[in-house]
């Protein structure tokens, strides 16, 4: 049974008392005429059995002259009292219909607050919707809104005429906090503060909802940071579920990915007991989840498998268009924990969290080939490079042992030659190890991993390194790691080729990043090497013109022999 507001509720009108207006109008016409002439006759036919004339006379002037007009006096007032009954019933009709009028306005305008604050984006809005709202709703002449956090909003009347006249106030509280401070030209009836009040559980729900909104808003920006920043598998699993336990305030969760072979094992698990990753298969209600595709509320029995000392449990797949990726648990000792919870933005973290698995496993597939592309190059290089020069020292050593005795200074020639081949292939191999060091710049940054890369290069290769920085330099992650691997080529090549004796690098912030390598080396002809892999580094001219060129920058390379070599890289700032 549902019930009205005081403020839209007025009394009904009386009914009219007695008989109804048009049957006393209906009865009067019908009845009195005839009922007029019977008496009429009545009393002169009694009036003639007097046989005294100044008796007639006086009887005559008696009837004609006061019953007749009393009569007529009383049947004229009680039509008379009829008309006025519904005048007092017409002018009641016309109160209820202004009083059912100003409520239909008053609701109506609760219904536009209503609308209004849900549509509105943040909790600033709210607060501006809602006291535009309650002047509307209430008729004042100014309204003051204030909630938690310091937020206020306020909005005036415009069609309200001006007064200086004294005006009154109404405050009332919201509920969660907070207050709703009303301004009248007149003392407002109690319907009106009735009115106040149902604005005021309006509002608070408004506010409850932007507030929801900020945090799931929050939440979202958190789990993208995640996904964007960290591509280690067991962190980004770690903090998805993390901030999905924290929505509902679950005290366990876990994540069960789906393996080359199609089975569920458990990725990461945090919960009372702390951090495990066993890679067990996953329990009947994992399973369960996976198979329905769609969240689902586990069992006490299943979530007992599932998270020991767990009561309640709540899973979410993990699917993309290629199928099914994992399953996602949040659990909690508390029995129920999960019911009322708002599933479709879980849901929404759950896909995000796909997502992130998706981009974590490509970026270690990548990596497991970039290894393997490394590995086969370093394979080539011992083979064509080193390989073959120790290959070509037994040889000399093997002729060494043989003319030892028969021909002394050659073998010592020879031993001179083999010693010498050997100190320029460990010159290699050592060059080969530092150009194989890994080189972290998330953590150092774009300018001091260039400074320190160049300072260790001259004290590996013996050659004097000159480093000048100017401008500001502000690069995407992914042209930063672009711009340092064509420094790191480009030095390569001056170990491995250029028998230089000093390089100049320099690093300028413009409108574009410019990167240039210059040695005093003996430079070559880039006609024809362009498409040649470099042995150093395993990136040849043309795919480090490729690089630079699919990040928008440009990239060339002056060189001739005897002259030296200048290299230039530039891309776009971020």
Known sequence: MTHSPAFLSSPPPPAPRGVPLSDRVRLVRNLLPPLIVLVVAVVEFLIAQLRNPAAEVWAHLLFYGLVGPSVTFFTVEWIAEGTRARERAEQELRLTYARLSASHGRLQAVQELMRDLTDAPDMGAVVEVAARGAVRATGATHATLTVPGGLSGSASNETAPGSSAELYPLRVAIPGGGALALHFDTPPPPETEALAQALAAEV????????????????????????????????????VTRNMAERVRAGARAAYLRDQDGLLRLEYAQHAGGESSSGALA??????????????????????????????????????????????????????AFDGVRLPLLALLAGQATLAVRNARAYLYSEELAISDERARIAREIHDGVAQSLAFCALKLDLVARQLHSDPSGAEAEVRAATGLLREQIREVRRSIFALRPIDLERYGLLETVRRYVEDFGQQNNLR?????????????????????????????????????????????????????????QGFDPEQISGRVSSAGGLGLLQMRERVESRGGNYRVLSSPGHGTLVEAEVPQA
């Open 204 to 239: 608070a729900t408004g506010v409850e909802a932007a507030r929801q909104r900020t945090l799931d808003l929050m939440t979202l920006y958190s789990v993208d940071q995640s996904i964007r920043a960290e591509r280690n598998m067991r962190r980004l699993l770690a903090r």
């Open 283 to 336: 329990p009947a209600f994992v399973e369960r989840v996976a198979e329905a595709g769609m969240p689902l509320v586990a069992s006490q029995q299943e979530a007992a498998e599932v998270f020991p000392e767990a009561r309640s449990a709540l899973g979410f797949p993990m699917r993309d268009d290629e199928g099914l990726v994992g399953v996602l648990v949040l659990g909690d000792a508390r029995p129920e």
């Open 465 to 521: 390194t000159v480093l000048n920085v100017t401008g500001d330099i502000h690069l995407a992650p992914g042209d930063e790691a672009v711009v340092f691997r064509i420094l790191q080529e480009s030095l390569n090549n001056v170990a491995k080729h250029a028998r230089a004796r000093e390089v100049v690098v320099t690093l300028h912030g413009g409108k574009r990043v410019t990167l240039r390598v210059q040695d005093d080396g």
